[in-house]
């Protein structure tokens, strides 16, 4: 799993190194992280922020003789991340991630864009069961103007000048072993980005994708000879 968010939040900083930043006037950030297991204590960890200024994060783990959960979160200016990971050799495992952000910020005339990008992962097997979520909530003042769970990258033209409030909660959950008994195994991981302008891939990436046709090519013609 370590690998794999690493993998994530490298791919997410390299899609986004091209977008413009917001400038928060206000933020908030609360992470959680919850595992349990049939025969192994349950864990569970928060953090939040402020205080703090660096990113947040949480991480907790349940470990049994056959059952094993662990779940994850992190919080950090732009970004949010959440797993979680359960595996039943006939018991009952899971474990639930969450990740929570609120600001406030004023979108600038050059780019009144705000743009959401949410990837999740999800493996299940057996008696496994992943879902990973996020909730969007953007407000100005008493009005709302959206509340609801999104699938994939969402974007929302805002007026200069305005204040807003940008509300995500990102959860990821996997269980095995309930509510169908038996074996299993489920992961479920979660990445959003939030930016005021649509992510364009980095230069070095658009290298590396032109590179890899290349180099298969030549792997294939060494093959044959």
Wanted: charged letters at 10%; a negative charge.
């Amino acid at each position: 799993m370590s690998k794999r968010v690493l993998l994530a939040c490298l791919a997410a900083l390299a899609l986004s190194s091209e977008a413009q930043a917001i400038t928060f006037l206000t933020t908030q950030f609360d992470v959680t992280a919850i595992a349990t297991a049939d025969g192994a204590p349950p864990g569970i960890d928060t953090d939040s922020g402020p205080p703090s200024p660096t990113p947040v994060s949480a991480s907790a783990d349940s470990v049994g003789a056959v059952n094993i959960a662990t779940a994850g979160a992190i919080g950090g200016p732009g970004l949010l991340t959440a797993s979680a990971d359960a595996s039943s050799g006939g018991g009952i495992a899971n474990a639930v991630g969450t990740a929570h952000f609120a600001g406030t910020f004023v979108m600038s005339a050059l780019e009144p864009l705000l743009y959401v990008a949410f990837d999740p992962v999800t493996f299940a097997s057996g008696s496994g069961v992943g879902l990973t979520s996020l909730f969007v909530s953007l407000s100005t003042g008493t009005t709302t103007l959206f509340a609801d769970l999104i699938t994939g990258p969402w974007e929302y033209n805002l007026f200069p000048g305005t204040t807003y409030l940008l509300d995500l909660t990102l959860t990821s959950e996997a269980s095995a072993g309930f509510p169908g008994p038996g074996f299993g195994d489920a992961s479920a991981f979660g990445l959003t980005t939030f930016t005021s302008a649509v992510p364009l891939p980095a230069p070095w990436l658009l290298l590396l994708a032109g590179l890899g046709p290349l180099i298969a090519a030549k792997r294939r013609a060494a093959r044959v000879a």
